[in-house]
């Protein structure tokens, strides 16, 4: 059991060019980013400090409009916004004035209350939040916070989940757990799941694959695949080479 996708291509990036016009000029960011992400897979992307690691994410996302090139979706363009396509930000993005329930089903449409509630319930379920559906965001933990922020994510029933450095405002101890939550809610929903993180060892620990982006203007440097069975073990000897690798693609001498 190595990977939970299939082969098919869910996602394609071609020669995507992204510049920004600034009082200073043009800055260039993408500069021909080619990336295929396959149905049900978890990718990870790494790269340098400003690379433009969010920025393709935006793109994907149809957040932001690229300068040149094409990215598809199930073979067609993003051209805007689908909230087929979600993302969880980086900071958590629930609204502390409504309750989990409401946090979870607020982007919700189309069901009847029935519906809805058992609807908004098997995903407050999903990540193990039952019991605190009535419960505001400041009574809960910086995890369960999270966790409310991936309900409200899955319950609009995207196919695809971008997670931009969901782990960062977490403590040690807490990121450790919801690393684990992650893996276990993408098996259970089967979505296919693109994170981007600063962080190698999450990265290889987490993800099928690993895509590595350059420094600005970036592309894809390679995809480096994990064919690890999970849990992952850090200690794993492969893991070292794996993340020399990385290091010495992204240019930076190891540390640790
Ligand atoms: N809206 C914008 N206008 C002008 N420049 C922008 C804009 N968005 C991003 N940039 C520039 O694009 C570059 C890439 O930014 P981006 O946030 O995508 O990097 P990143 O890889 O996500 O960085 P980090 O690891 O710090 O999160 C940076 O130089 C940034 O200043
Ligand atoms: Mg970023």
Known sequence: MSTESTQREKIRVQGVYKSFATKKGTVQV?????????????????????CGKSTLLNCMAGFERISQGSIQIDGV????????????????????????????????????YEAKHEHVMK?????????????????????????????????????VLYLDEPFGALDAFTRIEMRREIV????????????VTHDVAEALELADRVAIMTRRPAVVHSVMEVDRPRPRDSDDPAFREWKDQIF?????????
């Not at 992400?37 to 990718?43: D, I, Q, T």
């Not at 276990?184 to 994170?195: A, D, F, N, P, S």
Request: glycine share 14%; aromatic share 10%; with cysteine.
């Open 123 to 159: 995903y407050i379920r999903l990540v193990g939040l039952d019991g605190f559906e009535k419960s505001l965001p400041a009574e809960l933990s910086g995890g369960m916070k999270q966790r409310v922020e991936f309900a409200r994510a899955l319950a609009v029933e995207p196919d």
């Open 248 to 256: 010495s693609i992204l240019g930076v001498e190891r540390s640790v």
């Open 77 to 112: 363009e993003v051209q805007h916004p689908d909230p087929k396509r979600v993302f969880v930000f980086q900071e958590t993005g629930i609204f502390p004035w409504l309750s989990v329930w409401d946090n979870v089903g607020f982007g919700v449409q189309g069901l009847g």
């Open 30 to 50: 993408l500069d021909g980013v080619n990336l295929s992400v396959r149905e049900g897979e978890f990718l990870a992307i790494v790269g340098p400090s400003g």
């Open 184 to 195: 276990r809610i993408w098996r259970e929903t089967g979505k296919t799941c693109i994170l």
